[in-house]
């Protein structure tokens, strides 16, 4: 079974500054995405970026960036130029693309909660 | 489009008692999830359909849990009896197939079992 761990529970940043949350996953998989969700107090989760497995290329979004280490098993998010509307809890998720029954089906780390000071 | 709808936002409940949860996904969307998240963890995946079949209820506690999709379309989720241990956040999600990537969630039922 695979597992996701987020080992930081809290971070915090200063507005208009970078900030790096980490992921490692366990998984005996080739053939997989890693996302990063933002849930914002009160508010439904949504996707920040995702990565495919196969695509050496780190993912880009804007101010969102990962740091995709295959070989390690790591996955972390950097956040440029931080906003206040950036605080939330942020999850890292893996998702198979092998097929069968646990097609689809996300794994979630702990998640780790940014605070972002003015 | 609009988004996952899901009802009550809030319930509270007694230990021993059930409730109902309802979902209904993005028009279109062939894969519906429910999760459960607990206070300060991750969610965990419940229950998968495809259209109005089962594909993955693995971590369903079936003694007290179950859930339907009825014509494919929207979804119920249900506990009888409760526990206190139950007391969670539960998020419905919905996607194009179990192929797509991208994972629309809905605003979630905060449950608490006193």
């Known amino acids: 079974a695979q597992t996701v761990t987020q080992s930081q529970p809290e971070m915090s940043v200063q507005e208009a500054e970078t900030v790096t949350l980490s992921c490692t996953y366990d998984?005996?998989?080739?053939?997989?995405?890693l996302f990063w969700y933002k849930q914002p107090p009160s508010r439904q989760m949504i996707l920040v970026i995702r990565?495919?497995?196969?695509?050496?290329q780190n993912a880009t979004e804007n101010r969102f960036s990962v740091n995709f280490q295959k070989a390690a098993k790591s996955f972390s998010l950097k956040i440029s130029d931080s906003q206040l509307g950036d605080a939330a809890m942020y999850f890292c998720a893996y998702r198979s693309n092998a097929g069968g029954t646990s097609y689809g089906k996300l794994t979630f780390g702990q998640g780790t909660i940014l605070t972002v000071h003015p | 489009e609009a988004g996952v709808a899901q009802s009550p936002r809030y319930k509270i409940i007694e230990k021993r008692q059930s409730v109902a949860f309802w979902c209904n996904p993005i028009?279109?969307?062939?894969?519906l999830y429910w999760y459960q998240q607990i206070l300060g963890q991750g969610p965990k995946l419940l229950i998968q359909?495809?259209?109005?079949?089962?594909?993955?209820d693995s971590q369903l506690p079936k003694d007290r849990f179950s859930a339907e999709r009825l014509k494919g379309v929207d979804s119920t989720l249900k506990i009888q009896p409760a526990k206190l241990e139950d007391s969670a956040v539960y998020l419905c999600?919905?996607?194009?197939?179990?192929?797509?990537?991208?994972?629309?969630f809905g605003p979630g039922t905060r449950l608490t079992v006193t």
């Open positions: 359909f495809q259209n109005n079949g089962v594909v993955d």
């Open positions: 999600a919905s996607s194009r197939g179990q192929g797509a990537y991208e994972q629309y």
């Open positions: 990565q495919e497995a196969y695509k050496q």
């Open positions: 998984t005996s998989e080739s053939d997989y995405y």
């Open positions: 028009s279109g969307h062939a894969t």
